[in-house]
């Protein structure tokens, strides 16, 4: 008996923890997260197309800052109100890019 007890005990004080209001929270909040992630991908593919006349280079370059910094907004999220440990992404590092062999003079 002590131990059906134990777990009506254990399912009734459930939603008043700390963990569980937190992860409640998180709940409630992802679907708006999740809502500007497909508006940022709606602009990525926006910008994709607009790649052909030289407005949507601008916002790619654009859009992949917004998609770090919306990783960054998830990551926060998640570690905060959902106890969620994960690594953040190395720095952002530029590569060569295409005016690399014209800078060294390999035309």
């Known amino acids: 008996m002590d131990r059906r007890a134990e777990r ?6 459930a939603p008043a923890r700390e ?8 709940a409630l909040v992802s679907p708006f997260m999740a809502a500007a992630g497909l508006v940022h991908l709606v ?9 052909a006349n030289l407005v949507g280079v601008p916002m790619l370059a654009l859009s992949v800052m917004a998609a770090r910094g919306l990783g960054t907004a998830n990551r926060r999220l998640a570690r905060a109100w959902a106890g ?7 720095p952002f590092r530029a590569g060569p890019g295409p005016a690399e062999p014209a800078r060294r003079g390999d035309r």
């Open 8 to 13: 009506w005990r254990v399912l009734i004080t």
């Open 19 to 26: 963990r569980s209001r937190r992860e409640l929270a998180y």
């Open 43 to 51: 602009l990525v593919l926006l910008s994709v197309i607009l790649t």
């Open 84 to 90: 969620v440990r994960m690594p953040d992404p190395g």
